[in-house]
């Protein structure tokens, strides 16, 4: 019969987490203790700021166990993390993973969950040096800490902002909330789960190293990453600044993918890309002139467009400048997670 | 009609909080990112190694929200996090906290948990960084990283005891097993929730100031908190330093206290010491010569008692030596989230 954690117990199953880190996992330098003691342990490098962060990601809430395996659950939550710490400039380098099980969770989903969390990791050489398990009454929970570093003076806040400062956005936003529209409308043929959009969502990418590359310069006064859908964010951005912003619908990038899937949903792809999407891409501001540098640094790094969407306005509140010149508010709350 | 988080939403609800900390919470040397951000930023000493750790309370398997108050479990959960940091040498500096909250938590609740937390950190000068909050499903869960500084060097591991080494315990363990005890044996009546083993289950004490003296004497050669019952943890002591350990069954501390609650529950108090029990006291081994000078030290620092109760031998595994000389197996098991 399949193994599950209640088998081999909670040390019996960090043995397990530990060997399989040990053998698929990478020895980043600094640490000084890794798993299994009360606390892990490691020597900063001189001239470096620490970044730290935490998300979480509960079962049917954030994922549907049905639409996701363990293993690109596992990328999606470090992703998220990841995401975090290259929207401040940084870069990632331990991770602590906290879980809470139900007790006939099959000790190979938490196996390939942290194969999961690897896969993102080893690019980075960061390393999981420590975390929690913990049983879990209903639906598993994960919950990842992730620390980076940036050079010191060298982060970037979403406080920066400055009226007359240029709006970006990489990639195209919308993409996952077009993929988990295409999940929930169904149905689920094998093609399904391959799906661009759909794998948008399951798996997203995150833009770390296009943040970091792009912080380097020196030239971005605010960023922030679009877990919560573009316009929520770009107002997480005015709202830290105490500034406002002007977006030009015309300039929005718009997938094509995103574009015929609205179509096949019946509806307004503007829906799509401006409401609540996981997408993980990046919202930057910076002086117009520095446009054109910031946008060949991020097509040189990972070949992401990088648009200028608008502008930063002394203005409280995001509007939407439609084709006309009519402005509209430009919906700001995102996903929130408790409103209903 | 109560505020419920639902009512106020998360921003709402990170607006709330981030004041109450204004209010409420200390400023942290070396912060250059606070809450709000994609990630929070530090500087760090530069001299000291980091520390971090995570531990996570989910509800109804840590704790029946009958027994416990908001506030008490606030504190609780931070205890556990600044007793790993504590029995590593170290001293906390920053908390990021990860809640799940169902939507219907009163917001009064949510504030009464971060107040038992600052009651925790504020004597440390720590500060609450960041955290993430989100939705859940089933019951609430509050998974706490704590990261602390210790000058290089100086950490203590669970892995250097040594055969020959004393084996020593802080305070009375077993308290907190008999305040469960006591709790789930009821009737409650006005005065249980005061009882001080019941106080010492619901809001423990953590040890980590004693930890943090005793690891800079340099004389410590492992150490490990109790929270999983003082055999458990010496059990992983031995085993990260492939050895083995001989208590001696008399000289293992027995509260007064617990004796009489053994009396009352009809339990030999041996199985409430020896058994699980979340205690957070310190498990330390040391050579024997030094077990005079760490007892001064552990008095002087807090009137805490380090008790000699046996020592580290080459053979694997932990046994008690019982009067008259036989030896039986110390269970080593400790507590696990999983085994049924």
Same mark, same amino acid.
Not at 151 to 169: I, M, T
Not at 170 to 184: E, K, S, V
């Given at each position: ?44 490098? +001189? ?28 990328? /999606?939550?470090?992703?998220?993390? &990841? ?14 993973? !906290? ?18 969390? =690897? ?6 050489? @960061? ?31 979403? !406080? ?12 195209? +936003? ?10 929930? /409308? ?25 943040? /970091? ?26 709202? @830290?600044? /105490? ?68 502008? &930063? ?7 939407? =400048? ?19």
């Amino acid at each position: 019969m399949a193994e599950r954690v209640s088998d081999i117990g909670e040390w019996g199953l960090i043995r397990r987490i530990a060997s399989l880190l040990d053998m698929d996992g990478r020895r980043s330098g600094g640490v000084t203790t890794g798993i299994g003691d009360d606390a892990a342990s490691f020597l900063p490098r +001189p001239g470096y700021e620490l970044l730290v962060t935490c998300d979480s990601m509960v079962e049917g809430l954030h994922y549907l166990p049905a639409f996701t395996g363990s293993f690109d659950r596992g990328r /999606r939550a470090m992703t998220l993390n &990841i995401s975090d710490i290259g929207a401040m400039g940084g870069e990632a380098l331990y991770a602590l993973v !906290s879980l809470g099980l139900p007790a006939d969770t099959l000790v190979a989903d938490v196996e390939e969950l942290y194969r999961g969390f =690897l896969y993102e990791l080893n690019p980075f050489g @960061a390393s999981i040096i420590g975390g929690n398990l913990t049983g879990s009454g209903n639906g598993m929970f994960i919950d990842i800490t992730l620390i980076g570093e940036v050079e010191q003076g060298k982060a970037v806040r979403r !406080s920066g902002a400055r009226p007359g400062d240029a709006v970006l956005v990489t990639g195209f +936003p919308g993409r996952a909330a077009a993929g988990l529209q295409l999940l929930l /409308r169904g149905p689920h043929d094998a093609g399904l789960a391959d799906d661009p959009l759909v794998r948008a969502y399951t798996t997203p990418s995150h833009r770390a190293r296009v943040g /970091r590359a792009l912080a380097a310069t020196g030239y971005v006064t605010a960023m922030t990453d679009t877990s919560d859908g573009f316009p929520g964010d770009l107002g997480h951005v005015c709202e @830290a600044s /105490r500034v406002g912003a002007e977006v030009i619908r015309e300039d929005v990038p718009v997938d094509e993918a995103v574009r015929e899937a609205a179509l096949l949903l019946g509806r307004d792809p503007y829906e799509l890309v401006l409401g609540e999407s996981d997408d993980y891409e990046l919202v930057v501001t910076c002086d117009p002139r520095h446009v054109p540098f910031l946008q060949s640094v991020a097509a040189g790094c990972a070949a992401v467009p990088l648009t200028h969407v608008g502008r &930063i306005t002394a203005a409280q509140g995001t509007v939407m =400048l439609l084709p006309g010149g009519r402005k509209v508010p430009l919906d700001a709350a995102g996903f929130d997670h408790f409103r209903r």
